[in-house]
């Protein structure tokens, strides 16, 4: 799967993605990062790329037709100054813009944008490739965000300073979706965690650590039993934590029997 960014610090998406299991993904060759700097489609000598708001107020607006520039080069495959974190550097949608248009989803990330979560990584994941923009400054001039974007998300309910965080975190979780990218242990973990209850309690050595002993049922060996100890733990943690979420998870047997009487007692307790 290949990303693009379009940013004005591509040494921070950079340098931000090519760790750890992203980075493995990249020299796999299973994704690519492309960082596209926005500033190289200036249209003037001093670089600029933002301009004082029409009808005044404070801050600057970044222009729109660097952005339409940087996006053209993407969509047509040749960038000024294209920063490919992964081997093979492949034209993003052929030449011909308009199918590319259709084609590739344009996201702008912003604070009135609907609100990212797995579900959403998970979809996007099933594209074959995803392009970002970044804003900073007061914002984007509309026209350009009309023209090319097709979807507008935020990573939550605060203001940051600008895309580049909220990209990194959008392809981080995105790219764990796509197949290849975790190993089997790894996504075996992911998978358990997705059933939409919160992570179990994890220990390591040593058995006690200032005074506080891992508990017996983990030192036990007896698998069934360690499994239905970190549902339970799940449980609690996400009735205690994230009580809303309980609504989506779809429980067994066994753990819908615990639930119903973690709920009586917590109700009893009140
Ligand atoms: N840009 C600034 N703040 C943001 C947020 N919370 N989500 C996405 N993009 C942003």
Known sequence: MKFHVMTLFPEMVEQGLHTSILGRAMDAGIISVNTVNIRD??????????DYPYGGGAGMVMAAEPIAKCYDAIIGGSFSSGNALSGSEVPASGSDSATAKRRTRVIYMTPWGRVFDQNMAKELAME?????????????????LTEIVTDYVSIGDYVLSGGELP????????????PGVLTNEESGVTESFMNGLLEYPQYTRPEVWRGQKVPDILLSGHH?????WRMQRSIDRTVQYRPELMDDVTLDKKSAKYYRELCASRNKNE
Not at 41 to 50: A, F, L, N, Q, T
Not at 130 to 144: A, M, N, Q
Not at 167 to 178: H, N, P, S
Not at 224 to 228: D, G, N, Q, R
């Open 41 to 50: 489609y200036s249209e003037d000598k001093h670089r600029h790329v933002d």
């Open 167 to 178: 990209a990194m975190v959008m392809i981080d979780a995105i790219a764990r979706m796509v």
């Open 224 to 228: 069934a039993k360690v499994a239905e």
């Open 128 to 144: 074959e490739e995803l392009i970002f923009l970044c804003g900073h400054y007061e914002g984007v001039d509309e026209r350009v």
